[in-house]
């Protein structure tokens, strides 16, 4: 047996003790009831405050017992603190910076988010294990949240531990790296490891604005970078740079039996590979990951312009030259991003570049412009809206109002 699949067998064995799984409704639970069931608030093997406190104790004072800031605007909705609370929660920085909430507050006849118990304010791997032993130990369900964007719900759970990486946002630069225990067969390399619970935007400015390089993320500033990388994670420059996660060198991960395992392509290799899109936290919580860090292109550019068709059977014929042109011109590794066809007979392309020099992307788009020029019968192109913009100077990142970085990097 490899020391792979040894792992593995303890993985399987460790998560039928404690699943890194979606929440499932009481009543499901309640049915099912079998050894195997999380233990829940009122239930007598809940855990006791001195327990509680001992774990306080173990992750130094970070255990924090969670209240929703919403709970007291379902009671008074029309009080002066809701009123500022509503407007808070339009700020995904003050989103993720609240531990009781996530960037959705839920999807329709699928899940509502719904805090945990209590939550472990992780600050490093130690923290990490003592939370993920706690939890395997009293049967709780457990629960990683980092920026808080799954759709899915996947990273908040009632009647749960939270694990909340949060605050583990270092970022450090390595100019030469190499994967531990990968020296034979790969060479050194420029590369970043970032700690579980940073966001893409603390990435890109320690990586593009400080150092000059180019590291493969999302689009949203917010999201949170292990949870797009377990995700794939899809960047406005994959067609170049490719998923997110294909730029991973290494983790570290803390599995359910509560050990630290350092995940590469020659050590652990197939956690290493599970990792890269396997969904966020089935196969351990992630505290850091390396990813590579590529070349920075001489150019980066933005096209954004409306065409409107005139009648609905124009519309169809401009659909039909959209989709040739992109297929033509735009699906290459130069450009990404969106082409939105809209219910009012109007495309509007809101669409990035990279590589190319202004001069080239305007005569990528301009037989296709000339030729909707010709048929001004049939279509109107907003020529106020086309624009050639540089993306990091063109004002695409809105402020984070408060006095941010009191609250992005709270001591506790
Ligand atoms: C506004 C918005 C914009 C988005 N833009 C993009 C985009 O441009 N490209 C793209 O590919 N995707 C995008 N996404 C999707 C996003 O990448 C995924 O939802 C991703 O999983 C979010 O990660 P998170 O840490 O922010 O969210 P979370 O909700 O905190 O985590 C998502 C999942 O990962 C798990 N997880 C988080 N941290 C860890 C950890 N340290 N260890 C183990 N498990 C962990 C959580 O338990 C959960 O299951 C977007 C989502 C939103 C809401």
Redesign the pocket.
Known sequence: MTLDSKIRRRLWQAAAVLPFAPPLPRSVWAVQASPRARVRPGDPDWPSSAQWQQLNDQVSGRLIAVRSPLVDCRATPASAECAQLFKAIKNPYFIGDEVAL???LGWVDAWTSSPSVYAVAARNTSDVVAAVDFARKHRLRL?????????QG??NAPDSLLIW?RRMNAVALHEAFVAQGCAASSAPQRAVTVE?GAMWSQVYDAVTTKAGGYVQG???MT??V???I??????SFSKRYGLASGSLLEAEVVTADGQVRIANACTNAELFWSLKGGG??SFG??TRVTLRVHALPENFGAVNLTIKAHSPTAFRRLIARVLAFYGEALMNPHWGEQIRFRADNTVAVSMVFQGLERSEARAVWQPFLDALAAASEDFSVDAGMFAFVSVFSAGVLVADARQAHARLYPQR
């Not at 377990?230 to 960047?235: C, E, I, M, R, V």
Request: net charge positive; hydrophobic share 25%; glycine share 36%.
């Open positions: 996530t960037q959705t629960v990683v949240k980092g920026g808080g964007h799954s759709y996947t990273s990486t579980a999302g689009g949203c999201v949170g292990a949870g797009l377990q995700s794939g994670g899809f960047g966020g936290g919580v992630v």
